[in-house]
């Protein structure tokens, strides 16, 4: 589909650039999430259903991954965009649904549950609490993040060897091929290293919603709707949290479909740059929750500092809508990027 023979494809019922098409991909993934979510959310919060629910989105995930190989040819690039489409709906419940779990792992600490008994006992102040509860959960989603990027760039190192065995330089359809193989690997070492987490993870019971827990899902959308208005400062946070999460998403949606162009859909040269953007997060990561660690600063402090880089992202880009001098229209700026982080 990609490459610099490929100008545009028919696709909703128009000619479309493959950079259109991607981005209405996307918005058709996201659009699917939202619907699903309003369904299956309350698990992650209600029961204990949540890691079955993991353990099914996982396997979907794997089936995409591991069928990749099955599709690498041109023609094939409807079938392509579906599995695109279901994949990364399936990849971004499986994140979510795991990182809802690490409320509960924080507040099953021994750390934590000092804390709890010094609450009750009046030893420290709710929000001596809150703030140790939020640390924690800082602490363990960090740390998490942070070893998982080590973990990819070692993967990535894999990966650039099979690139060269597979001799992804050698022509399109090895390009094509090459990738179909990048992603089957890494769906293989998904699936090795989710076993003993799906087997290890301890069943802790989420609240009781007291109803069918599919309903409870819109019973909290209902209630949250007529209470939100007397929790104003709760509602422009959760707004401007929506806008900036969409924001990210597309911007990050934006400049890999350019980055993309750019190198012509070279599964080696984008592998490399991969390679420098997960190191950067790493150091990212690490240097955050340092930070935050030493000076004790609230999430909402780290949230803003996010926020910031994200505007210098995003206009930065904008800026290219205007002059092809700068603004994503070149290699070295993914480059950058990349090692910015």
Known sequence: MGGPDNTSLPFAGSNRTINSIILLCNGISFAIQIVVFLVLGSYADFGSFRPNILIVLSIIAWGI???????HESEQWMTGLGLYIVGLIAYQLCLTYWT????????????????????????????????????KRNELSNVAFYVQSMGEILILAVIVGIMFGVHV????????????????FASGVWLLLALPWFVLEKRRPGQDPGMNIIIAGFWQLRRAI???????????????YFLLGDSLNTTVTVIATLQNEIVAYNTLTLTYLLIVG???????????WQVQKRWQLPTKTMFNAVAVGIILLDGWGMIGIWTDGFGFHHAWEGECLNCGG
Do not use: C
Request: glycine share 10%.
């Open 65 to 71: 991954g591991f069928g990749w190989l099955g599709v």
């Open 169 to 184: 330089n050698a022509s399109s359809a090895r390009n094509n091929w090459g990738l179909s193989v990048l992603i089957a």
């Open 226 to 240: 007529t209470q939100i208005w007397q929790l104003r400062q709760s509602l422009a946070y959760l707004i401007g």
């Open 278 to 288: 997960i190191a950067a997060q790493a150091l990212g990561i690490f240097t955050f």
């Open 100 to 135: 809802a779990a690490f409320p509960g792992l924080a507040r099953n600490t021994r750390e934590l549950r000092d804390k709890a008994l010094e609450f009750e006992d009046g030893t420290i102040s709710r929000e001596e609490y809150d703030h140790a509860d939020s640390m």
